[in-house]
């Protein structure tokens, strides 16, 4: 069974669309997190929800904009989509156990920009 | 600006061989040090962590070395096999936990 599922795995699309990736977690945790892994394989934050609640917001265009339904479920919607976008869009999820935060991470969704 | 420095970029050694990837931070805030590894296609994986009031945390052939005074610790790989040839990432948090901060990244290859 998948701990935290994203999809899709690839996304290849033209500038100027908009697109979502969604991203599930069968682990209970509270928190879920969207981070991007850029070409050099630098990964950075970018939204963390809590119990549904948006509590970090990094500096992020507003045209990515994250939607919890419910804790178990975050997904990620950005329009106007530009070259830059184009990363790896790795899916979080963490519960704070016994001196380890427990992230795990889903197994990412190339997004290509055209 | 970078708030934790990795090095090196890469590293080759050999089969048995001990790799050393190096971090350091600057925010005395973080108190949360966690390691991943990362394979090519799947997302970051925990490896180990270690907390500020530790000097040394060791599991299986992992062990992480803390040096709170530098603000500096590493990762030692022992016996290297090369299924460990991956990419590897420190990481360092606050006390909430939310927020990871992660290095540059070291690849690191392991040659039979």
């Known amino acids: 069974d998948t701990a935290v599922s994203q999809t899709p795995k690839y996304l290849v699309t033209q500038m100027g669309n908009d697109k979502s990736i969604k991203c599930e977690q069968n682990?209970?945790?509270?928190?879920m997190y969207w981070y991007k892994q850029d070409s050099k394989k630098f990964l950075k934050i970018m939204f963390s929800?809590?119990?549904?609640?948006?509590?970090i917001n990094e500096t992020v265009p507003n045209r990515f904009s994250p939607k919890s339904p419910d804790k178990a479920h975050l997904n990620l919607h950005i329009n106007s989509l530009e070259l830059g976008d184009s990363a790896v869009y790795f899916c979080?999820?963490?519960?704070?156990?016994?001196?380890?935060?427990?992230?795990?991470f889903g197994s990412g969704t190339r997004l290509t920009v055209v | 600006q970078q708030q934790v420095k990795q090095s090196p970029q890469s590293l080759i050694v050999q089969k048995g061989g001990i790799p050393i990837i190096n971090c350091a931070y600057e925010?005395?805030?973080?108190?949360?040090f966690p390691w991943y590894q990362q394979f090519p296609g799947k997302g970051p994986a925990l490896l180990i962590a270690?907390?500020?009031?530790?000097s040394e945390k060791k599991e299986g052939r992992f062990t992480i070395s803390f040096n709170k005074s530098a603000k500096q610790f590493s990762l030692h790989i022992m016996d290297s096999q090369p299924g460990d040839s991956a990419t590897y990432f420190c990481?360092?948090?606050?006390?909430?936990?939310?927020?990871?901060?992660f290095g540059a990244g070291t690849i690191l290859r392991v040659k039979s």
């Open positions: 979080a999820s963490s519960q704070w156990t016994g001196g380890n935060y427990g992230y795990t």
């Open positions: 682990l209970g945790h509270d928190t």
């Open positions: 929800y809590n119990n549904k609640e948006l509590i």
């Open positions: 925010n005395t805030a973080f108190d949360y």
């Open positions: 270690i907390r500020p009031d530790v």
């Open positions: 990481a360092a948090s606050k006390n909430d936990g939310n927020k990871l901060v």
